[in-house]
């Protein structure tokens, strides 16, 4: 004869099934008991993020540092050379004047230098645009003898100072009958090692399947590098773009060799020039220069510098 056991109450309220024993009606496991005490506030945050005002104390005392003698330029450019001798000279102008940039542009024909060196960076970038992008996707996507070769002497160009090459240069430039005219100050800088180098770093990057399947549909090679290669390098272009025309816009050397006429000066050149009289430098009016010639580069630099900071960290400049 077999005793069978009365069945037992499921889920009674004074017990919890399996071995762990009865548990009181009134303790039952909540959210905060698995989780744990809510942690402090002030404690969120780790160790390395609660000394952050003296980073910003660092940060800021760097920004006035890098930005005071911008604005002492600007402030000076207003200010007579007079008085800005003075010893000490004060930081505002005491007699606001215009007078220094009236000589540039009324007396000095400011404006026809500021045209030349328009011309000249514009057409620089424009050429190192073109003719970089070409020779870096040949370099990154094409397979032809003499690769490795090529691009080993593109990477050793950028270790040859621009002074040796400075005579030969000029001499080539003077037996072709450039010199005192745009091509000769424009045709030696169409195309730059460290924009090869810069573009086709970046083109390595670009998937190999995308040329592929254009490859495929039929798309000839310079179809594929205008419509597929060349929208896809933008931030590469614009960091491109930002350091050709500063390079460009502040060349002085190289103008002041080849334009011996004052109607083909450039910003740089004109500016050291005539702002040395034959006693004294004409510090106002330096000042007001310097002013003209920064404005563009500070203007291009505001437009692309979220495209520039996004090409350097994607190349193989770091």
């Known amino acids: 004869m077999t005793i069978t056991p009365p069945p037992r109450a499921a889920d009674e309220p004074g017990e919890v099934p399996d071995r762990l024993g009865p548990v009181p009606a009134s303790a039952s496991v909540t959210d905060t008991d698995v989780a744990g005490p809510e942690p402090h506030p002030a404690g969120r945050r780790g160790r390395g993020e609660r000394p952050r005002w003296w980073l910003y104390i ?7 540092a890098m930005v005071m003698p911008f604005v002492w330029m600007i402030l000076g450019s207003f200010k007579t050379d007079a008085e800005i001798r003075q010893n000490p000279t004060g930081f505002w102008p005491q007699n606001p004047t215009t007078e220094n940039y009236e000589t540039l542009f009324v007396r000095l024909d400011f404006t026809t230098f500021f045209i030349n060196s328009v011309v000249v960076a514009v057409f620089v970038t424009l050429g190192n645009i073109v003719f970089c ?3 870096g996707y040949a370099l990154a996507k094409l397979q032809f003898r003499g690769k490795k070769l090529l691009f080993a002497l593109v990477v050793g160009t950028l270790m040859v100072p621009g002074v040796v090459t400075f005579v030969p240069l000029f001499v080539l430039v003077a037996n072709l009958g450039l010199v005192n005219s745009y091509p000769g100050l424009i045709l030696p800088f ?6 090869v180098f810069l573009m086709r770093q970046f083109m390595l990057s670009l998937p190999d399947e995308l040329i592929e399947a254009a490859r495929i549909d039929g798309a000839s090679e310079w179809r594929i590098f205008l419509r597929v290669i060349m929208p896809m390098c933008g931030p590469a272009v614009a960091t491109l773009t930002i350091l050709t025309f500063l390079a460009s816009w502040n060349n002085f050397l190289w103008p002041l060799v080849v334009a011996t006429k004052e109607d083909m000066y450039t910003l740089p050149v004109a500016l050291a020039l005539y702002s040395v009289g034959q006693n004294a430098a004409r510090y106002g009016l330096m000042m007001a220069g310097a002013v003209v010639v920064v404005l563009p580069i500070l203007l291009v630099f505001v437009f692309l510098q979220r495209y520039f900071v996004q090409g ?4 193989g400049i770091k």
């Open 58 to 64: 660092v940060l800021t005392l760097g920004l006035i």
């Open 190 to 195: 169409l195309i730059s090692p460290l924009g």
């Open 133 to 135: 992008s070409m020779v």
């Open 312 to 315: 350097i960290a994607l190349t």
